[in-house]
């Protein structure tokens, strides 16, 4: 039985343990089953989900936007929208809890029962519930809350308290642990299933390398023996020719603004940037740099996603690498970079990844995908350059040394000599 197949067998028994409200034990098997095979986007998404239910919104989100940004996972990205209105809920289950802490029960089950509109923090936002119905002596009310929080998690010790006291009201033994599931986790797990037993990477096989050609002008001088009234003369028209301003067609520039063409702004941007330009060129350009970097940024990474999505890659680099010339200007400069590498290593131009990776690595490595490139950088430099290949193993290791990534590769290449 090859890695993949061990992978979902595990992702099997993961699935298994969380219908049965075995939500700890269904974490450690999702961390084995990913790491036996780390493009298993189904386990990915369900550790994921396990977090979210727990209350964990940075290490969820970090899981799906690594799936999404890694296997292209779609699923991921429809969880990662989703969870954007979740930060929300997290400050009004804090408030909950500060309201609870004052004695004020009915204000914290206001707020809590707005915390049930999504499935995030589902068993904290339900043990809490069942606990402030317990102190209004709505017992009944609590019951029903106890259940929803153990059918998630049975081993929950704050449910078992719970349990306990609702066992002295002579509530428990009239009722058997419901098993309620939720619906919509149980469709995005379905759908994961499905997008991970139909979505099998090919990696296009084609080398493409994408280099940049620095183009260099010299001037040769005159040095032979021409008059010094002749050499003057030259001398003043160089003189007039370097003061000569470029003119931009302002007109095309303002409708290319007005109209969002961010191809064609960049395009006129990069080729006049260092230009000497008349004063209403030179304003009309800082215009169009700005909209670039507010807007154009996010243009050109999106639609870098989409192409990358269809493996496009050489499309997508394209792209990215116009979003990376204009700097670290907003928050996707990262996963610009990221998104780079992971381009350059599907159409294996390795020497390319590497490159990427290493910019990530020591400008961004407590970042999203930190213990990722250093796993890339570890094993893409096996074999290549051994000394590198342990040293970003070793740093793996170090930093990150309850990452799934930390795993049997990188305990291979820190022990080989």
Sequence with gaps: MNNEAKSRKIYTKALDNFD?????????????????????????????????????????????????????????????????????????????????????????????????????????????????????????????????A?????????????????????????????????????????????????????????????????????????????????????????????????KIDIQNLNNYIEKKNYIQLYNIYSNYKNKNLDVNSKSVLVKAEKLLKEEGVEYFYNTAMVNANNKKYKESSDLLLKAYSLGNVNYLYPHIIYLLATNYEALNNISEAIRYYEIYASSFMKNDYGDLALYKLATLNEKVDDAKSKNYAKKLSQIYPQSMYNNSNIKRIINNN
């Design 20 to 148: 049965n409200g075995n939500i700890d034990k269904a974490l450690d098997l999702c961390e084995k089953s990913i790491s036996m095979d780390l493009k298993n986007n189904s386990a990915i998404n369900l550790k994921g989900l396990l977090y979210y239910l727990k209350g964990d919104l940075i290490s969820c989100k970090n899981l799906w936007k690594m799936n999404y940004h890694t296997n292209k996972d779609t699923v991921s990205y429809k969880y990662l929208q989703d969870a954007k209105l979740d930060e929300q809920f997290l400050k009004k289950y804090a408030n909950a809890i500060t309201l609870i802490k004052n004695n004020d029960i009915e204000g914290a089950i206001d707020l809590l029962k707005q915390c049930e509109k999504t499935d995030f923090n589902r068993i904290n936002v339900c043990n809490n519930l069942a606990m402030c119905y317990i102190k209004l002596g709505k017992y009944n009310n609590a019951l029903e809350y106890y259940e929803k």
């Design 150 to 246: 153990l059918s998630i998690d049975k081993n929950n010790d704050i449910a078992i308290n719970i349990k306990k006291e609702l066992y002295k009201k002579g509530l428990i033994k009239k009722h058997k642990g419901k098993k309620i599931l939720i619906a919509i986790l149980v469709i995005s797990i379905i759908s994961s299933i499905s997008i991970y037993l139909f979505n099998k990477f090919n990696k296009t096989k084609n080398i493409s390398e994408i280099k940049n050609n620095k183009i260099t002008s010299k001037e040769n001088k005159n040095k032979s023996n021409i008059p010094k009234k002749e050499e003057a003369k030259k001398t003043e028209t160089k003189k007039q020719e370097i003061k000569k301003e470029e």
